[in-house]
């Protein structure tokens, strides 16, 4: 479980998060949605531990994120964000056995089962014929699948995911979202997803957060969204209809007149 105590984020003058109570429970996978500059990232970076310039608390099973050692944060924490892999030059497979650095022992090979875990997530994300192949020479779908079997093949008990549907076809964001589901399925795991990419959030997450200009402007069930939430924080004229297959909402923009 993650629980937020007072969290706000100031640059200068500015405010840009304040989160006076908020909390993520394990099992989950919560979408965070709002306009831009609303405080998804900044979110995301202060979860993730890049960002340590705040104030309040943010616990993890009761323990402040300050506390954890560098190293524990690495097996407790993936973050995806936009700052991408060193080397461009890395074979996908290379790069994705990379991911289980946090796992490996000092001095000795990648284990059996880190290898196993690398080769389901090339399979999930239908990438094991791109094993070979540098990641400079991805085609952008194949690139984006790559940074998110990363971060998932890390088997972390918190993953944060920044606007991962960045590129995907239709197919990619189906296998992502059956990769996310199977990653909460034991009930140990969150993922926080923050994305502009609604009906992706609507369909996939449990949860949906509502941020704008920094603060939380709706906390509900994924199922709940209806179109005048949409309209209220992002100035669009939209309806929403129900998927017939499971009852989720669907936002559809209306058509110039």
Known sequence: MIE???IERHRGETTVLSIPQARFNDGEIIGLIGPPGAGKSCLLSILGGVDEDYLGEA???DTPLRSIKR???RNLVA???RTGPENHDETLYNFLL???IAHKRFMEPFSDYDIQVVEEHLAH???TAHRATPLCELTDSAYQRALVAFSLARTAPVTLLDNPTSALDPRA???LHRALARAV???GAIVLIASNDLNFVLQTADRVIVLREGTVRADLGASAVEADLIREHFNAEVFVTRNIYNGRPSVHFFPES
Do not use: A, H, V
């Open 125 to 127: 994300f239908e990438l």
């Open 79 to 81: 973050l995806l964000d």
């Open 98 to 100: 990379l991911s289980r």
């Open 185 to 187: 399925m034991s009930g």
């Open 4 to 6: 937020l105590r007072g």
């Open 59 to 61: 616990l993890f099973d």
């Open 71 to 73: 190293r524990e944060r």
């Open 173 to 175: 964001q189906m296998l």
